[in-house]
């Protein structure tokens, strides 16, 4: 099974939906991340958190929220989703030695 | 603002050619990371190199770091075909284990 896991792995909705991405981690890391992926921009940090009851806003955290359930859990949302939200989305934990694991990924088309 | 940007942006090459690419940040780090990404899927971790550090070695691929030009080079030896993919450096942004991710180099090597 693999190590971080991420539902849906697509989503399509429309325009001022609520959407909910989940990512799930069997590492036992403290620190996870989320991540968006643009054509030609990289990947972009949208938010991240280091335990359960830290969470710190990333580069581009406007239109996101998230929530950490428990160490293992971390989920995004967009609380009312828009056509410029349309991107590739990475979970990602990290060990104490800064190494960061991904998930496979969550593609996410906004009409 | 990308803390890290690759150079070039795309390279193709003949296999058994070796690689270079190019990564500039703009702050203090802890450590500097590569990634690999196969089309649309997860990043792969591939190796660390600490601020402390000026090479690396892992395999075929061979990591520089010059903290004072705030750069560093991945080197890929003796490229093969499955080598084709993208490839990103990571920061920790000051070092706070907030990891910025540079806009990546295409490789493709050619059978």
């Known amino acids: 099974d693999a190590d971080v896991t991420q539902t849906p792995r697509n989503r399509i909705t429309k325009t001022g939906k609520r959407i909910m991405l989940e990512c799930s981690q069997t590492?036992?890391?403290?620190?996870m991340y989320w991540y968006r992926q643009d054509p030609g921009l990289g990947l972009r940090l949208i938010y991240y958190?280091?335990?359960?009851?830290?969470?710190n806003k990333g580069e581009i955290s406007d239109g996101y929220s998230v929530s950490r359930q428990a160490q293992a859990k971390f989920s995004l949302s967009l609380e009312s989703a828009i056509p410029n939200q349309t991107a590739l989305y990475f979970c990602?934990?990290?060990?104490?030695?800064?190494?960061?694991?991904f998930g496979p990924g969550t593609r996410l088309t906004v009409l | 603002s990308q803390q890290g940007e690759e150079d070039p942006q795309a390279l193709s090459i003949q296999e058994g050619e070796n690689a270079t690419m190019n990564c500039s940040y703009k702050?203090?780090?802890?450590?500097l990371q590569w990634y690999r990404q196969n089309s649309g899927r997860g990043l792969v971790h591939l190796i660390l190199?600490?601020?402390?550090?000026r090479e690396k070695h892992s395999g075929r691929l061979r990591v520089t770091l010059d903290t004072s030009k705030k750069s560093s080079s991945l080197l890929i030896t003796a490229s093969r075909a499955a080598d084709t993919a993208s490839y990103f450096c990571?920061?920790?942004?000051?070092?706070?284990?907030?990891?910025?991710f540079g806009t990546g180099t295409r490789l493709k090597v050619l059978a």
């Open positions: 990602a934990t990290s060990d104490l030695w800064d190494t960061q694991y």
């Open positions: 590492k036992g890391h403290d620190r």
């Open positions: 958190s280091f335990d359960v009851k830290d969470i």
């Open positions: 702050t203090s780090i802890n450590n």
């Open positions: 190199i600490r601020s402390n550090e």
């Open positions: 990571a920061t920790d942004e000051g070092g706070t284990y907030k990891y910025i």
